[in-house]
């Protein structure tokens, strides 16, 4: 087994396959125990695209791309110089481009997946006339204040509530919101 991996050229093709699948299974892992992207070892290019999107930071020469290369250009050039017999040159030239796709569509997925992710910085202002639900009873005026659900941009917001009425408001109750108060952050309602 060891000949076959590390035995004539193949070292070409191991050591760097080994050496980005480690590093991506290291961020994988300590992704997965709360760490924040692994090792802070990200050394991006800095190049002026314009362009201010989400995931921009997994850029073509980010250590999560250079990773992926290492990994598709060592595992495909080493297959196909052990097992189509294409030679070295001919394995070499199948790995770069393998290892170039691999890159491309970690940065695209990658790219992608931020681009999924809503903003859900709402202004509370965005919150009247909209109608909701009393999540905790919304108590009598002046007595206190509950909680009321909304969906604001397609996008679930608790906030608490307060009204003018003399009866609480029981849960499950549709309300309308009448105003808010952003100093604060409560909304006041009246039954829908």
Known sequence: MMNILFGDLAPWFTAPALLGTGFLMIQLVLGEIGGDGAVDLDFDLDVDLHADHPGMEFGILSIQSISAFFMGYGWIGFAAYRFLSLGFTGAAVIGVVAGVGVAWLMVYLLRSFLKLQNNTNVSISQAV?????????????????????????????????IQECEEPIATHTRVRVVRADQASNIIVVEPA
């Open 129 to 161: 006339g909209l109608v909701g639900e009393v999540y905790a009873t919304v108590p009598p005026a002046g007595q206190g204040k509950g909680e009321i659900i909304l969906v604001i941009n397609q996008s679930q917001h608790n906030y608490f509530a």
